[in-house]
Every structure is written in structure tokens, then in C-alpha cells.
T-cell receptor
């Protein structure tokens, strides 16, 4: 996962604050994704982007927004953080789809909203 | 109800022993099924990928099987090592590049 980096790795914030999580990749992949992981639940897709001009909502996009600044960069924003957004957030990338395309995950950002 | 169910939720085994993790899914059709390993504090890393027409795939001491008729997959770990301690996640990939994740099985290997 050194090819996919996330900053910050840990963040504690207060309710109502605006937060930005950043993701960069050196794999040269077109596709990028943001997921959140909660204890006892599978990863859930927040937003995804298939190229710089493409943004798509995932299954849990409410309360989040994204920006694809370049092929290598994909940022996730929480406009007004709330406690139930406390979770582990992962960025992932994948190449153009084939029969067995794989997603490569970053190391994660642990976000706590007080 | 989760479309990808994994069992057990957690498992403790002794170093050197074998174990099998289970994944039952209801989603279909799907393009492939993957198993990921997630070490504590790290992102998931792909272990095996099987298309719907494949029955088995190995990666070293890891062997995944797929039964499309019963909609079940298993991950068998042979001769476990301490470094196998992790969460193992079953992921079904639908057509259109949508992934459905299981909640994972937490494996702890102790000496």
C-alpha cells in the first residue's frame, strides 16, 4: 500500500467542523474510491471516480463530498462532521476493469468526531 | 441482511494448525469473488480472486474455493503462522465494478 497514501492517518475533530481527507496514488490508475469501515460491518462505498472529470455517489454519500484534483489525487470532505461519521476511512484505486481487476487500498485514516 | 455473510466472526488457533473461513453470499450474478487480508492498522490486500467459473485458487498457504451452486466460498489456511493473524474479508464483485464486502473474520494465531 505504499503506492496509495492517505493523510492524515489519524484525526480527532469536533462536531460541526469541516474535515478533508486526502489520498494520493502512484499506481497510474484511473479509478479511485473512498470507503468507510465500521466495526462489525463490511466496507461501504462513499464515492468513486473513474477519471478526473467523473464523480459518482456510492451507497452512503450523504454528508460527504469529494474532489478529483488530478488522476493521482482524490479528496474526501466532511462539510460538517457529526459523531456517527467516526470511522476508519480507506481510499482505493483500480485500473480499467478486466475480468479480475483488483482494488489497492491505502493504509486508512482513523477519524474521531467528538 | 448483509448480502455477504462470513463465519465465524472470530477465530483463535494455535500456530501450525489449519483453519477454514466461510463466506456465504446472496448476490448474483457476479463477475468474481475475492478474499482480502487486512492487517491491523492497514488497508486490505488481495489474496485470491476467482471468477464465477473457477472452483479453486491458491496463493501459497492460502486456498480459496468457490461453489456457485450453493453460493459459498471458503478460505483455507494451511500450517498457520503468527503473521496470519488478521481480518479476512470476502468480497463479491458485481458487474459494473460494484463491490459487496463481508464484515470479515478476525483470525488470531497464537504460539
Amino acid at each position: 500500500d505504499a503506492d496509495v497514501t492517505q493523510t492524515p492517518r489519524n484525526r480527532i475533530t469536533k462536531t460541526g467542523k469541516r474535515i478533508m481527507l486526502e489520498c494520493s496514488q502512484t499506481k497510474g490508475h484511473d479509478r479511485m474510491y473512498w470507503y468507510r469501515q465500521d466495526p462489525g460491518l463490511g466496507l461501504r462505498l462513499i464515492y468513486y471516480s473513474f477519471d478526473v472529470k467523473d464523480i459518482n455517489k456510492g451507497e452512503i454519500s450523504d454528508g460527504y463530498s469529494v474532489s478529483r484534483q488530478a488522476q493521482a489525487k482524490f479528496s474526501l470532505s466532511l462539510e460538517s462532521a457529526i459523531p456517527n461519521q467516526t470511522a476508519l476511512y480507506f481510499c482505493a484505486t483500480s485500473d480499467r476493469p478486466g475480468r479480475t481487476d483488483t482494488q489497492y487500498f491505502g493504509p486508512g485514516t482513523r477519524l474521531t468526531v467528538l | 441482511k448483509n448480502q455477504v455473510e462470513q463465519s465465524p466472526q472470530s477465530l483463535i488457533i494455535l500456530e501450525g494448525k489449519n483453519c477454514t473461513l466461510q463466506c456465504n453470499y446472496t448476490v448474483s450474478p457476479f463477475s468474481n469473488l475475492r478474499w482480502y487480508k487486512q492487517d491491523t492498522g492497514r488497508g486490505p490486500v488481495s489474496l485470491t480472486i476467482m471468477t464465477f467459473s473457477e472452483n479453486t485458487k491458491s496463493n501459497g498457504r492460502y486456498t480459496a474455493t468457490l461453489d456457485a451452486d450453493t453460493k459459498q466460498s471458503s478460505l483455507h489456511i494451511t500450517a498457520s503462522q503468527l503473521s496470519d493473524s488478521a481480518s479476512y474479508i470476502c468480497v463479491v464483485s458485481l458487474y459494473g465494478n460494484k463491490l459487496v464486502f463481508g464484515a470479515g473474520t478476525i483470525l488470531r494465531v497464537k504460539s
